[in-house]
């Protein structure tokens, strides 16, 4: 039984919710689990893998990169996982997700995750300012609830194993 940790930052709930639901499955793997939001982790010490995730906004993963630059170096020394969620899965160019992977790595660096994911998310016009709807409507980006449960579910059952926990 290892001891995980689940850091994510979330701007509209969307990736804490799927957070959640990675905690749920890699607990029922047996595991112990704790899910916090990236800004109010303290340490890393303590935990056997991580497993760390942001919403993608302009064109960037949010928080991850400070949340890298401050645990760096505990976060070198244990496994690790990283996924990010965004619009870019639903693109119908296949180098939206492409590119969107790039620049998750990119934020990563210098560390090489076990595994690494994007995830459709949630965009919720209702949960916009009025800019972010109106740039929403402008560049046509598609409004809903695109979050994949069953490949989120799969995703965290699996990492045990990728995380060698």
Do not use: C
């Not at 905690?23 to 029922?28: H, L, M, V």
């Amino acid at each position: 039984m290892a001891r995980i940790l689940v850091a994510y930052a979330s701007k509209k709930g969307s990736t804490a919710e799927i957070a959640q639901a990675m905690g749920k499955e890699i607990r029922a793997a047996g595991h112990l689990v704790d899910v916090t939001e990236m800004k109010s982790v303290s340490s890393v010490g303590g935990y056997n893998a991580v497993v760390i995730g942001g919403p993608f906004y302009m064109g960037k993963v949010t928080d991850m990169g400070k949340f890298i630059g401050r645990y760096r170096d505990a976060l070198a020394k244990v496994p690790l996982a990283a996924f990010a969620v965004g619009l870019a899965p639903l693109g119908k160019d296949p180098a939206d997700k492409e590119n969107a992977m790039k620049k998750l790595q990119k934020t990563l660096e210098p560390l090489t995750p076990v595994a690494m994911t994007i995830f459709a998310g949630r965009l919720d016009p209702a949960k916009l300012s009025w800019f972010q709807k109106w740039i929403t409507q402008k560049v046509k980006s598609p409004v809903g609830d695109f979050r994949d449960w069953t490949a989120i579910a799969a995703w965290a059952r699996e990492l045990p194993a990728k995380m060698g926990v």
